[in-house]
């Protein structure tokens, strides 16, 4: 998603444009639809203002049951960008202090690739779920609980526990 802004740079602080933007994000999971959306520029007294708002589709793996399903990702990008050049004199402009800023290339191309790369990153989800009340594999099988009980015998319990197990049954049979 690049943007040539070399007139919106030219024009006064407070002028705007708007696009309909649409592409890819590199080495963000697997996207099954393009991420789409608003973005709008806003010229300011020392770069461009981007606020975007992308959506897509990304096929996940859910953390519990291991199914893969579809998901929507929504990014709300809100950075500024600063131009590396002048655009009325072509002079190189000094670093802005924030070394991790983004910048505006000295042909006046804004790029959001790696934005929205940084934005999908953080909107991902640390341990997908297909479903709120995934009920996940069985432990024992590996069969997915959300298509119904496994077969497995119950399983007989954490051995570590069987002296507190026997002193809890043994002050049972004393009060009966």
Known sequence: ?????AQLLKESVGATREYW???TIPSVGELTSPLRGRVELLRTDRGLLVKAT???NIKSTCSRCLEEFHQTMTLRLEEEFFPKVDIFTGTS???PEDADAFTIDEHHI???TEAVRQYA????PMKPLCRPDCAGICSQCGANLNQGPCRCATSPGDTRWSPLEKLLSGAKK???
């Open 54 to 56: 992308l959506t897509a």
């Open 21 to 23: 933007a649409e592409g």
């Open 93 to 95: 402009l000094p670093r």
């Open 174 to 176: 004393k009060e009966n």
């Open 110 to 112: 804004l790029d959001l």
């Open 1 to 5: 998603m690049q943007f040539n802004v």
């Open 121 to 124: 990153l953080l909107a991902l």
